[in-house]
C-alpha cells in the first residue's frame, strides 16, 4: 500500500512528486481521474485533474464532462481528410478500439454510449495552454449508484519524455530496469509503455479525498473497476484511509486494464525481447513481428508483438477460468463469461443434441437435420434484450447457406467483418415469428467450432457491436484457439457426464421398485449416492414376498465404489432374492450367498441384514453377516434398541458360520436398516451416528416416508456423505388372530368334502360370501393333490385375510408339483391348471417336514 499524490500512477520505480504543475517524474506520471454520472455529468474530479486541465474542482463538479474535455484539432501524425473524426484518438487497438478511425472515442465515451472498456489517445483543448495531447481509458460502472463512466488521462508528452532515457533491454538511463521493482514500485510497466500486450502489469492510482460525499460509495465500487479485488479487500483499504486520515489513497492491482496500444514513443529492444516475441508468435501461427529497435530509432512500436503477446496471455488467462470442474452446466458458463466483455460483446453457445442429453453419438459431419440446443448467451446489451429472442434451451437446425453450417462441417472458423443486410434476412429466416435482425444487424460475427478430437461438439457464435472493432485475421487465430481448448473441456465434462448416466442407469436398474405395502407391514427406503467421485456404489435394499404370508427384509453393501461393485452389487441381489424365493432360513440363506461369493472372486466383499418378518406369529428371524444392527422402535412406548445380534463375518471372507435369533414384536413396531454410509462419517466413532439413528428412528411422525426424511436429516444435514446410503424402514402391522383359520385334514379322500364346507362357511363369516365359488374350486383341487400324494401325515388347510385372501395347503410329500399340457383324454394334469387360471398368484415352497402350496384371491372392494 502506497501513500502518494492523488493523480500519479507509478509506472517504474517511484519518486517524488514536486509542488507545482504536473510534471513528469523518474517512474511517475501525473494522472487524472474524472467520475462522470449517468447525465454526463462530473461527480469526481481529481487533483490530478485539476493540475492537467487548468481547472479547479468547484468549477468542474456538476458540469457536463464533454464541456471539461473538448476534444478539437488534430493530432500530429493523424491530421488529414478524416479531421474531428481522427482527432478523437481512435488508433488501432486489438481488443478496445476499432481501426482506421472506427469505435468509440473519448467524445463517444463521455456521451454515455460506451458498453466496455475502451481507450485511446485524444487532443484536449485546456484553457490559458495549448491543447493538450492526452492518453485516456474510460471504464464503464455497473451496479447501484448514479456514476456510470470512470476516466482517467495521463499526458502524452510527460510519457514520453518518462520513455526518453530507456537504453537497450529496457533499462533508463540510470541503469535502473523499469520492471516494477524499483523503489517504492508495485503495478509496473515493463519497458515502455507499448501497448496492452507489453504491459507486465498496469495500476493506475485511484485518489480518493475523505472530503469526496461519494468516496465510501466509490471505494465499494472498486471491484467494478478491478474485477479480481474482492469486496472484503475494498472494505479494508477504505477502511485503512479512514483509520489513518490520510487524505489520499493511492494503490497498485495485479490486473489487467485496457490501455493505448501505441503512443508514438520510440523504443528499442533487445535481442532477449526479440528472440521472446519471435517465439510467441510462432505459437500461434503467425509471422515473427518486426520489432522495434531493429529498424531505425524512430520507427513506432511493434503493434503486432504486442497483440500477439497480448493474445497468448488471455488465452492463458482464459484457460485458467474454464474446466474448474466435471459439471457440464457449469463448463458451458464459464466458457461463455470467459470471452464476454473482453474479447466479444455477445456469446451464443450451441451444442448437440447428444451432448446436451449426455449421450454418446457416431462421429461424423453434421448435416442440416442436426439438431443445435442453445446452452448459453452472455452479452454487454441491457438485461433481457436477448432472452425472448434467442431464449436458452431452444434447439433448431441449421440450413446450408449459414455461416453457422460452414463452420459446423468444415470444423474450422467462419469470420464475417460485418453482417450485411442480405446475411441478416438469411439467419432471421431460422427465428420463426421473431426478428432478430435489429440484434445483429451490421455487428462484426465470428463463429468457431467446439471440437474434440475431430468431432464438433458444437459452435459459439460472437458478435461484436457496430461500433467496436471488426474481427479481423488475428481474432480467427485467437478465437479458434480459444474454441480448441474449450472444446477439450466441454468433451472430458460431456464424457464424464456420459459415464456418469451409465453408471446411474446401472444401478437404478439394480435397485428395486419395492411396493409401499406387504402382507402385514408397510414399507418406505430411501438412496441417496455418495458426493459425485464415488457416486456409484455397492448398496442396496430389497423385499421378498414370501409363503405363509411373511416378508423378507434385506440390506446389503458391497464394499468399494465404481461399476465395478454395483455388477456385484446385482449379481448378489439376484442371488438372495433367488433364494429368499425357496424360503431358506435367515443363516442358511447366508451361508449360501458366502459360498456364491467365493466362486465370483475374492476381490469384493459384502455386508448383508437379512430378516424374515412373520405378521400371523409376531416375530422376525434374523442373520447377519458383518452389517450393523438393526434399530426396533417399539410402538407401546415410543423406545427404540439396537438388536443384539451375533455380528458373523462379511459375505465373501468365507468359511465362517452364520446365526440367526427370533426377536417377537409388536403391531405398530417399527424395524430401521440401513448401511454404514448413514451412521460413520470418517474420524468419529461409529457409536455416536448409531445412537443419533436410534434417537431420531423413534420420533413420531405422520408418515412412513416423513419418518425417514427425519432420520436422513439428521444423520445427513447437509448431503455431503462421500459414501452412499440405504435405508429401509418398515412398519409391521401383524395380522390378527381373528383373520387367520386353520384346519387339520385326515389322510382320506372324504375331507375333500369337509374342506370346502368350512371354506364357505369361514368366508361367510368374513364377509367374502363372492370369493366362495373360486376359492372353493382351488382349494378343493389343492387338497385332493395333497391327500393323494401325502406319506401319512394330516394335511393341513389355512387361510389368512389380510391384504389378499391367502388359501394354504400342506403336506408332508417334498416333491414340488407343476404345471402338466394335459391332453383331452388325460385323467390328471389339469388341478393346478385351474389354480393358475382363478388365482392372483400362486406358488410352491419347501418345509422342514414337506411342502407348502399356496394361491390368493384378490379381496373384492368394501
Known sequence: MDRGTDGDAPFGHAAGSGAGAARAVAGRVPLAVVVVDQDGLVSHWSTGARRMFATGKEDAIGRAAADLLPVSGALPDEAGPTGTAAAAGRLPHPEYAAHDGLGPGLETSLDGGLSYPAAGRARITVPGRDRLDVLWWAYPLVGPGPERLLVLAADADALRHDTDGQGEDGHGADGRREDGHGAGGTGAVRGTAAGFGAFERIAPAFALHTDFPGAEELARRLPEIMPSMSVGESARIVAQVLELGYPVLEFSQN????????????????????????????????????????????????????????????????????????????????????????????????????????????????????????????????????????????????????????????????????????????????????????????????????????????????????ERAEFNDMDRVTGAELAARAGLVLDNARMYTYQESVAETLQDSMLPHIPTRMTGCDIATRYLPGTLLGRVGGDWFDSVKLPGARTALVVGDVMGHGLNSAAMMGQLRTAVQTMAALDLPPAQLLRNLDDLAQRLGDTHLATCLYAVYDPVAGEVHLANAGHIPPVLVHAADGRSELLDLPTGAPIGVGGVPFEAVRVRVEPGDRLVMCTDGLVEVRGEDIGAGLATLCAFAAHPAASMDDACDTIIRALNPRGGRKDDVALLMARLNGIAPHDVAEWRLARDPAQVGRARAVLREQLHAWGLERLADPAELMVSELVTNAVRHSRGRPVALRLVRGDTLLCEVEDDDHDLPTLLSAGPTDEYGRGLRVVSTLAREWGTSRTRTGKTVWCELTLPPR
Open 255 to 466: 490486473d489487467r486494464v485496457p490501455v493505448t496500444p501505441d503512443w508514438g514513443v520510440p523504443r528499442r529492444a533487445g535481442r532477449r525481447a526479440r528472440r521472446e516475441r519471435a517465439a510467441r508468435a510462432a505459437a500461434l501461427g503467425l509471422p515473427a513481428p518486426h520489432g522495434p529497435g531493429e529498424g531505425s530509432d524512430d520507427e513506432p512500436v511493434d503493434l503486432e508483438y504486442a497483440a500477439v503477446r497480448e493474445r497468448l496471455e488471455f488465452l492463458n488467462e482464459v484457460s485458467g477460468r474454464i474446466g474448474t470442474s466435471l459439471d457440464l452446466a457449469q463448463t458451458i458458463v464459464e466458457v461463455s463469461r470467459a470471452v464476454v466483455p473482453r474479447f466479444t460483446d455477445v456469446a451464443g453457445t450451441y451444442l448437440r443434441e447428444q451432448v446436451v442429453a449426455g449421450e454418446g453419438f457416431a462421429a461424423g459431419v453434421s448435416d442440416t437435420t442436426t439438431m443445435w440446443h442453445r446452452v448459453a448467451l452472455e452479452h454487454t446489451d441491457e438485461p433481457g434484450r436477448w432472452d425472448d429472442v434467442v431464449p436458452i434451451g431452444e434447439a433448431m437446425p441449421f440450413p446450408a447457406h449459414t455461416p453457422f453450417f460452414q463452420c459446423m462441417t468444415s470444423g474450422e472458423p467462419v469470420l464475417v467483418p460485418r453482417i450485411s443486410e442480405e446475411m441478416g434476412h438469411a439467419i432471421a429466416s431460422q427465428f420463426e415469428k421473431r426478428d432478430i435482425r435489429p440484434l445483429i444487424s451490421r455487428r462484426s460475427m465470428l463463429v468457431v467450432p467446439l471440437k474434440a478430437r475431430d468431432v464438433v461438439l458444437g459452435f459459439m457464435i460472437l458478435l461484436r457491436h457496430p
